[in-house]
């Protein structure tokens, strides 16, 4: 039943996939047309995200907008290949505005963990702080759901490519890993809140539990992000 409802006209049940491709590469145009994707002006004017701007000039808005940003063609090439793979069985599964709204917010759980612990002189963005959100939220639902041999499958696969590309960032010095880490951190802790309306849902009390601990991850990433790092 699964995979039928997963290749079931598969190309209106991922429409919000298609409008966030849509959008990251419209975004990357723009940022061509201002200076170029690599340029850091054009990237900062954007709202690429950078700390002291965030703390000193309180942009918050860029922890939003970062995640619509991206440096160079191979970047916003390889984030939106995994987000057009993600996208095609995530979004029939939770629904469309569930995978929206845990994509966008993964996106900022990200940049929260890498304002509070990343370098203050740093501009960063990309969305692989959503994406690795949505292998966070498939995990989740992975936990949950063993017993389904798709879910099973997938939350393997999800599992084994968050930890591939995690141990790779540890090799890349220009990979904000805390953004990744944080991305998925989110993405787990929404996955158990927002569930999946075609699967299993987690007991109450671990939603409700779920809930405390990313508000105490958001107040506490905040807090931390306000002392300037160097």
């Known amino acids: 039943w699964i995979m039928q409802k997963l290749n079931t006209n598969r190309f209106s049940s991922t429409f919000v996939t298609n409008a966030i491709l849509i959008v990251l590469f419209v975004v990357f145009i723009i940022e061509t047309i201002m200076g170029g994707s690599t340029n850091i002006n054009t990237l900062v004017r954007l709202g690429a995200m950078n700390n002291q701007l965030v703390t000193v000039e309180h942009q918050w808005w860029r922890l939003f907008t970062a995640q619509f940003l991206h440096i160079g063609w191979l970047h916003i090439a390889s984030n939106a290949v995994m987000i057009y793979y993600m996208g095609q069985f995530m979004e029939p599964l939770l629904g469309h505005w569930r995978f929206l709204t845990v994509y966008l917010l993964s996106g900022i759980g990200g940049n929260l963990l890498s304002y509070a612990y990343g370098s203050d002189s740093v501009v960063s963005a990309g969305a692989s702080?959503?994406?690795?959100?949505?292998?966070?939220?498939?995990?989740?639902?992975?936990?949950?759901?063993?017993?389904?041999?798709?879910?099973?499958?997938l939350g393997r696969q999800a599992l084994a490519l968050a930890i591939i590309n995690l141990a790779l960032d540890l090799f890349a010095s220009h990979i904000d890993i805390l953004g990744h880490l944080g991305g998925l951190i989110s993405g787990f802790l929404l996955g158990i809140i927002f569930g999946s309306a075609?699967?299993?849902?987690?007991?109450?009390?671990?939603?409700?539990?779920?809930?405390?601990?990313?508000?105490?991850?958001v107040v506490f990433c905040l807090h931390q992000g306000i002392v300037i790092n160097n």
């Open 129 to 153: 702080t959503a994406l690795f959100g949505l292998f966070g939220v498939v995990i989740a639902l992975y936990l949950a759901n063993r017993a389904i041999p798709a879910i099973n499958y």
């Open 198 to 217: 075609h699967l299993r849902q987690y007991h109450h009390k671990l939603r409700v539990i779920a809930a405390v601990v990313i508000i105490i991850y």
